[in-house]
Nanobody
């Protein structure tokens, strides 16, 4: 059974960089050709796909976030990470990591990140 767990600070100040890590257990992030995603949900809004890292380490991002987002991975720890630069209060959301393309088959429980001074 694949499990994903997000971790990172729950409070980030405006203009700083948001950093989150997703730890994957029960499976490797480099086998099976699975894409590994970051998705967020701002309060009162729908899910927003942010970006993905695929089995060969290549990445793709939402055009609206491409200039600020970076996704990387540490295969030795079965982790992949999100960095979002220059955050504003509009980046306040529950952040999820998930596996899949289009339809996600495994999700983390989500972590609340609030951007506030």
């Amino acid at each position: 059974q694949v499990q994903l767990q997000e971790s990172g600070p729950g409070l980030v100040k405006p203009s700083q960089t948001l950093s989150l890590t997703c730890t994957v257990s029960g499976g490797s992030i480099t086998t099976g050709y699975y894409p590994w995603n970051w998705i967020r949900q701002p309060p009162g809004k729908g899910l927003e796909w942010m970006g993905v890292i695929v089995y060969d380490g290549s990445t793709r991002y939402s055009p609206s976030l491409k200039s600020r987002a970076s996704i990387s991975r540490d295969t030795s720890k079965s982790q992949f990470s999100l960095q979002l630069r220059s955050v504003t209060p509009e980046d306040t959301a529950v952040y999820y990591c998930a596996r899949g393309a289009g339809g996600m088959d495994y999700w983390g429980q989500g972590t609340q990140v609030t951007v506030s001074s």
